[in-house]
């Protein structure tokens, strides 16, 4: 059980209700710095003529009386009238109305530490510790008790929002003709009700999580599991694998589900599913090597039809896969919550399967356990049709997916530490660095920043592709022979330093991106025409992210990943550790411009040119090392003395 820690900020930080705090609105940003900003991020990005162009649609929705000031307007207004003025708006464009499969398009997945399975028993013994952590977890989450989160680095101290966490087990994508709606139950504090949707051999059991008002201990839940795999067995039984319907594009699932719940057994069976407190995805063996990367494309989407890609349900937002051969992970609807939320409960459960471990356990349990449910459906040619198609168009999906796990071991956060400087900002530069060596240019730019210091802040986006960040990648290829390895250097701190400022932008609330959207929705909930701004070549080049990055550490050996935003361009997750940074790159086969694994190798270039300069050049770290040992010397004779 997770006991809530106290600390002394409890004693004088304001709080509305036990462990919660009172935190601020996110606030809207001044019409005019939004504007001028986003010329500065789009100035080196875009010809002369384009932006000349774009410089002048900016002044005119800026002028004093004009478009921008009306619309800055009534976000003010709706600022006062809202939690967050820009959450429903954030939500639907970023997740709700993509019409794009979840498979790796929006689901993220993650690999946890390869287990040692000897047997079905030892996978299932798993499981039902796995099932019992989760459970354990969800006790303190129906309490609304998680210890708050406080802020580090550029915000140390400050109190951010938890509702990600309380959305992790309650919620449910559910597909829909133009846009999705996202579905969250209330928490049950008396979870007479609970059920766990077991998946195994493309086959969908319901495990109670209660029964008689009573949770199932880790030995019940093993004996649950065993039936499941043997009632799994029965080949009179099975039905057709509906699971493939999820991976489907959102309006053609929209469609196929629509026919599915003609029938009350199909209905039946979906609400089962939908109302779950997460997917146990009991998996095959994958029969390859057991490398990383194909331990990541198990999370991803399964390998396809034939393998487990139909033992899923992408709908739901937790989807926990055990395999037979100790490849464990999951894969999550991105939706309800950050990548944040979904590690810590993680690193919970893992801690908690650690300790548990120890404890002996009994071979069967001691009371009558009412047997798991099979879901049953009934299916006509229509859904065999959909079925048909969801299969095809997974396998091409799949097979069209390039994704590079890269494990850069010549340097990790804590060397740049030692140069003085963040380690995101130093790892987004060189991120930069690298995509200018592949392609000979910088292009806008994703990365994810967290604004949960605001209530029910999310993320908005750090533009790592800055003008300093271009004039370091010029020096560092460009200028090899002709630039200073000292004047390189200085470039590097310039562009370091312009990337922490970009980001405390955005995480204090002041960044363009939200902003800029904000702007755009509220001319359409006025029905007014779209302002030239919004229609601008500039503008929707600006939001067409070719390098889509986010930085996702974990404590444990473990690693999270997702697929490029769009089809000619790189999706990077990074988590970087002590002496090492893990990055996942993925692209597109079929465009012919990108390749995982040459961005790998460009990564690896560009970190050790920059670790070779730092060693050789950084004076500013070398003046730090010189001073702290001078402390320490004086201080070791004033202790001898």
């Known amino acids: 059980m997770i006991v809530p820690r106290k600390s002394n900020q409890d004693l004088i930080r304001p709080r509305s209700r036990r462990n919660s705090y009172v935190l601020p609105k996110y606030p809207v940003p001044s019409l005019h710095e939004t504007l001028d900003n986003y010329l500065k991020t789009v100035h080196h990005l875009v010809t002369r003529e384009q932006y000349q162009t774009t410089k002048a649609i900016v002044e005119s929705f800026g002028a004093t009386g004009g478009m921008g000031e009306l619309l800055q307007e009534h976000l003010v207004k709706r600022k006062e009238n809202k939690v967050n003025w820009i959450y429903d708006w954030w939500l639907d464009t970023m997740y709700l109305c993509n019409p794009l499969a979840l498979p790796v398009n929006s689901s993220p997945g993650m690999v946890f530490p390869q287990q040692n399975f000897q047997d079905e028993g030892d996978q299932l013994r798993f499981a039902a510790r796995l099932i019992c952590g989760i459970l354990d977890y969800k006790v303190v989450l129906d309490a609304r008790a998680l210890p708050v989160d406080f802020a580090r680095g550029q915000l140390a101290g400050h109190a951010l929002c938890m509702e990600q966490y309380y959305r992790l087990f309650t919620s449910y994508r559910l597909p829909g003709q133009q846009k999705d709606t996202l579905v969250t139950q209330k928490n049950n504090v008396m979870p007479e009700m609970e059920h766990v949707v077991v998946a195994y051999r493309n086959q969908f059991f319901v495990l109670d999580a209660v029964v008689n008002y009573r949770r199932l201990n880790e030995t019940d839940l093993f004996t649950q599991l065993r039936r499941i795999v043997k009632m799994a067995g029965s080949e009179d039984e099975r039905s057709p694998p509906l699971g493939l319907l999820t991976s489907d594009c959102r309006p053609k699932w929209a469609e196929a589900r629509k026919e599915l719940i003609r029938d009350s057994t199909n209905r039946d069976s979906l609400n089962a599913i939908e109302r779950c407190i997460f997917l146990l995805c009991l998996d095959e063996p994958i029969d390859v090597e057991l490398t990383d990367l194909n331990m990541a494309l198990q999370m991803m989407h399964g390998n396809g039809w034939h393998k487990n890609s139909a033992n899923r349900w992408y709908d ?21 919550s950050e990548g944040i ?4 409960c993680v690193e919970h459960l893992l801690c908690y399967i650690k300790e548990t471990a120890r404890k002996p356990v009994r071979a069967d349990s001691l009371c009558e356990l009412p047997s798991p449910r099979r879901l049953r459906w009934k299916c006509g040619p229509e859904i065999h ?3 048909a198609s969801a299969a095809d168009k997974l396998q091409r999906l799949i097979e069209n997916t390039d994704l590079n796990i890269y494990r850069l071991k010549a340097l990790g956060k804590d060397f740049i530490k030692k140069q003085r400087m963040s380690p995101d900002a130093f790892i987004q530069v060189g991120l930069q660095l690298s995509f200018y060596r592949c392609h000979g240019r910088l292009v806008h730019t994703y990365e994810s920043a967290s604004v949960r210091c605001f209530q029910e802040g999310r993320v908005d986006n750090i533009r790592s592709a800055t003008k300093e960040a271009l004039d370091f990648a010029k020096g560092m290829i460009d200028g090899r022979a002709t630039i200073s390895d000292a004047k390189k250097m200085e470039l590097l701190w310039v562009a370091v330093d312009a990337q922490i400022n970009y980001t405390v932008q955005t995480i204090t609330g002041m960044a363009i991106d939200n902003h800029l959207l904000g702007l755009q929705e509220m001319a359409k909930e006025l029905q007014m025409d779209l302002p030239k701004l919004f229609t601008d070549k500039t503008y929707l080049m600006s939001n067409n992210f070719l390098l889509s990055t986010s930085q996702v550490p974990t404590t444990m050996d ?44 460009a990564v690896e270039k560009s970190f050790k040119e920059m670790k070779d300069l730092c060693v ?3 004076t500013k770290a ?8 001078t402390y320490s010397a004086q201080n070791g004779r004033k202790s001898r003395q």
């Open 616 to 618: 050789k050049y950084n």
């Open 316 to 336: 739901k937002t937790m989807q926990f896969i055990v395999g037979r051969d100790g490849v464990c992970g999951l894969v999550y609807e991105h939706s309800p």
């Open 341 to 344: 939320a979904v590690i810590q």
């Open 385 to 387: 049709r959909c079925l």
């Open 558 to 601: 473990g690693f999270l990943f997702y697929g490029p935003v769009v089809p000619d361009g790189y999706g990077v997750a990074y988590n970087p550790r002590l002496d090492q940074i893990i990055f996942c790159i993925s692209s597109f086969n079929n465009c012919k411009e990108t390749s995982s694994a040459m961005f790998a190798k």
């Open 622 to 629: 070398k003046l730090c090392f010189l001073g702290n040992a």
